[in-house]
């Protein structure tokens, strides 16, 4: 059974960074395309970032571009989201998700979820 488990959030400053980390078991790790997506109270869940397989190619939305970083280690099933200058209209609880093999861009393509960790960022 694939499980995805996210950890790293928490309260923070604008102008400060976080660092989130998504550990997956039950999958060979290293043929599922990863992301993050966040959902904000009454919107509806964006991508935020997302990357291949052997981690050589990487997308991010429009409004994280230049500030948040993702990243993997296939030998610890892991995926990490570095968010930096992050501003108050980051707030939102994130999300990992992934897919076996295909890319992972949008809400509709990613087919397992991890539970969310909020990240909450005051002005």
């Known amino acids: 059974q694939v499980q995805l488990v996210e950890s790293g959030g928490g309260l923070v400053q604008a102008g400060g960074s976080l660092s989130l980390s998504c550990v997956a078991s039950?999958?060979?790790?290293?043929?599922?395309?990863m992301g993050w997506f966040r959902q904000a109270p009454g919107k509806e869940r964006e991508f935020v970032a997302s990357?291949?397989?052997?981690?050589?190619?990487?997308y991010y939305g429009d409004s994280v571009k230049g500030r948040f970083t993702i990243s993997r280690d296939n030998a610890k099933n892991t995926v990490y989201l570095q968010m930096n200058s992050l501003k108050p209209e980051d707030t939102a609880v994130y999300y990992c998700?992934?897919?076996?093999?295909?890319?992972?861009?949008?809400?509709?393509?990613?087919?397992?979820w991890g539970q969310g960790t909020q990240v909450t960022v005051s002005s």
């Open positions: 998700a992934g897919r076996f093999l295909a890319t992972v861009r949008s809400n509709d393509e990613a087919t397992h």
């Open positions: 990357i291949s397989r052997n981690g050589g190619s990487t």
């Open positions: 039950g999958l060979s790790f290293s043929g599922w395309s």
